[in-house]
């Protein structure tokens, strides 16, 4: 979750005074490490994941699924087999917002040959076994990729159980969440937990539509217990999942990836190529249907995070008139990004960017162009949440930590990162929307085919800009109840026209598409076709040379993000919502119950495993070569190979002649 920095924190009263020093000394690291890094060239691809593991303890015979807090005790031994062979390691982890928390990557990134696409499934699995091996299985521990726990918050939901502290000492003063779950072996955590609190001036408050079945009272109130003060009551809105700390988004887990660019412009470019992407895959990786122990009526994290560490002021906000603060604040420090950074992308700019005027001023002053002035000086809008005293004074010219933290705490859909100070690292963009799956399987699809993605954008120069408010408006339709199947969403028609060359009206370039011809290609309003990004995904990997067991590992996954597409198979949303609307104990009220809970998760565990194949959700539990897939696999590969030929010579005749050159 960002920037590990060693040492005491200060308190929110201590760190506000700091605030314009960390802003002053942040804004003057950035410009060394520009001028510095600017005419970085010839970095290769690199790439690497970051996946979140839940640690669940399914007790089979209380028949309850708790969260067990055990993370930060694995967490020190799988750091120090990391430790003892650095250079070496095949993964690394690292602590997350909760103690039921860990974060595991691989532990060198993976580079640019398409082989590698051959390794991420196993590396993942490693990633597991390797905190299988430590936990008791024995006791129903298990490390599930599961992006919101169902009944986070109700009683009783962690092992071992603690109490809420909702009295002015609790870091969250959460009326559902002890202080216990936070990480504990980092201050950093708890402190960001207070300072957000203290910044907003409230407890973070969560208001999301809970989904109104046929027994579901109406309106539906919820009556809270020990909210003594009453500030729940007033803040929970009727007919919505009411939640009131930081651990309600940042407890829950995803994938991110991160992409080296050759140079600073080609990482500017893949940067704005990439947002319109965000809805579109947080869509296609929907995975979190319940909260607080309800059934909600969106299908993913995003706005829960979002507002879950919104620390914006009621003057911020513009609820009152700006006094104490400087700015009205239009979105969270968690939400999507509000500017395009390339200069042939500045035309899609098209929402209010809100920046520190004086800080624009003095990057631009210092030879930094427009654009990045801008998007630096919008990320510095916001103040630095956790400080170390240790780390107050420091060497701009040598270190990055004051940028890194106000950086560092702009979670956005999309981060552009620049090198570490003194190290062999490049200029990078993280995509940070995607949910997480359940098996190693699917999240190394939809890992790959984000690469794929990267790879089509840079080697057919391909061009997906739209107005950005428009990539907004996607963001929200992505959140909605089977958004992949239902949803609407803005994008552009013709992907071959170089940003550089679009003249005219930027409201004629895209048109609404359901996310399935957006993956899969189909006809648009208008009477064109859009090609789609799979068949474009194929026509890139007919123009390299490629093997054939990495051709089948592909194709493998493109099946199942193709068929999540176009509804052959469910998201991991709708999977767990049916599941839940035909277990027994389901009362059609809403609510999962503990047992629904514990059946759920042990559900969960076996199709992580490979000991349950669920019907409708993948087709296969690992992309083996052709020739370890079982027959009724194989005949699907060959099916699919002549699905992906027909594909390509309709695209050869109809909409995208070769002679272009794309
Ligand atoms: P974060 O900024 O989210 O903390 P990290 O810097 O820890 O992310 O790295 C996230 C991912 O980036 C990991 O998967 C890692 O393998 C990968 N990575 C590391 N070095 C590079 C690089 N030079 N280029 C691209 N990805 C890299
Ligand atoms: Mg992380
Ligand atoms: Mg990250």
Request: aromatic share 8%; hydrophobic share 35%.
């Amino acid at each position: 979750m960002g920037l590990l920095s060693e040492g005491s924190p200060l308190t929110w009263e201590e760190t506000k005074k700091y605030a314009d020093h960390v802003r002053n000394h942040g804004v003057q690291q950035f410009i060394n490490l520009y001028e510095r890094l600017k005419d970085r060239k010839g970095d290769v691809l690199k790439w690497g994941d970051e996946i979140e593991y839940m640690l669940v303890r399914l007790n089979d015979e209380a028949q309850t699924a708790q969260l067990s807090l055990k993370g930060p005790e694995l967490l020190k031994i799988l750091q120090q087999q990391e430790h003892t062979n650095p250079s070496n390691h095949p993964t690394t982890w690292r602590p997350e917002y909760a103690n039921y928390m860990v974060e595991g990557t691989p532990g060198k990134p993976y580079g640019g040959t398409l082989a590698h696409f051959n390794i991420v499934e196993a590396n993942m699995r490693l990633r597991r076994e390797e905190v299988r091996k430590l936990i008791n299985e024995q006791m129903g521990e298990a490390p599930l990729s599961l992006t919101a726990y169902p009944r986070l918050g109700c009683p009783k939901f962690t092992h071992p159980t603690y109490e809420p502290n909702p009295t002015d000492t609790g870091a969250s003063k959460s009326i559902f969440i002890p202080d216990e779950v936070i990480f504990s072996a980092h201050p950093r955590y708890r402190t960001l937990t207070r300072n957000i609190r203290k910044r907003r001036g409230e407890k973070v408050c969560i208001n999301i539509p809970i989904f109104k079945d046929i027994k579901t009272p109406s309106p539906f109130i919820e009556k809270f217990l020990n909210d003594a003060d009453g500030e729940s009551a007033r803040a929970a809105m009727a007919d919505h999942i009411y939640m009131d700390a930081m651990a309600f988004g940042m407890g829950n887990s995803c994938i991110q990836m991160t992409f080296q660019a050759c140079c600073i412009e080609e990482a500017r470019s893949l940067y704005d190529q990439l947002n319109p992407f965000c809805p579109v895959m947080l869509a296609l990786s929907a995975a979190s249907p319940f909260y607080r122990g309800y059934v909600s009526d969106i299908d993913c994290r995003w706005y829960v995070i979002s507002s879950s560490v919104d620390d914006r002021t009621e003057e911020e906000r513009g609820l009152k008139k700006l006094k104490e603060n400087k700015f009205r604040i239009h979105k969270s420090r968690y939400d999507s990004i509000d500017s395009y950074l390339s200069e042939s992308s500045d035309r899609y700019n098209d929402i209010d960017l809100v920046i520190d005027e004086d800080i624009c001023k003095r990057l631009q002053d210092a030879g930094i162009d427009r654009l990045l002035a801008r998007h630096v000086s919008h990320l510095f809008i916001r103040d630095p949440v956790s400080l170390f005293s240790e780390l107050i004074n420091q060497d701009d010219s040598q270190d990055s930590d004051h940028f890194e933290n106000i950086q560092s705490t702009n979670w956005q859909t999309m981060r552009f990162k620049p090198p570490p100070v003194n190290s062999t690292i490049g200029w990078r963009v993280e995509f940070r929307p995607m949910e997480v799956q359940l098996t190693d399987f699917e999240n190394a699809a939809y890992v790959v085919f984000m690469v794929l993605i990267t790879r089509v954008i840079l080697s057919f120069e391909l061009n997906f800009l739209i107005p950005i408010s428009k990539v907004d408006a996607n963001l929200n339709e992505a959140q909605k109840r089977d958004a992949v199947l239902n949803g609407k969403f803005y994008f552009r028609k013709d992907v071959r026209t170089c940003p550089k060359h679009c003249k005219g009206n930027v409201d004629n370039e895209y048109v609404l598409m359901d996310i399935n011809t957006i993956i899969n290609g189909g006809p648009i309003e208008g009477g064109a076709d859009f090609p789609g990004i799979i068949p474009l995904i194929n026509q890139y990997l007919r123009s390299v040379n490629i093997d054939l067991d990495t051709r089948c590992t592909i194709l493998t996954y493109l099946n199942l993000i193709s068929d999540r597409a176009s509804g052959k198979l469910k998201t991991t949303a709708r999977w767990m919502r049916d599941y839940v609307q035909q277990h027994p104990d389901y009362k059609q009220d809403s609510v999962i119950s503990e047992k629904i809970n514990y059946d759920l998760l042990t559900l969960c565990n076996k199709i992580t495993k490979g000991e349950h194949h669920p019907k409708g959700l993948i087709h296969t539990q690992s992309s083996r070569t052709k020739d370890d897939l079982p027959l009724s696999l194989k005949k699907q590969v060959d099916q699919d190979a002549n699905v992906i030929q027909k594909h390509e010579e309709e695209m050869r005749i109809k909409s995208w002649p070769e002679q272009n050159g794309v």
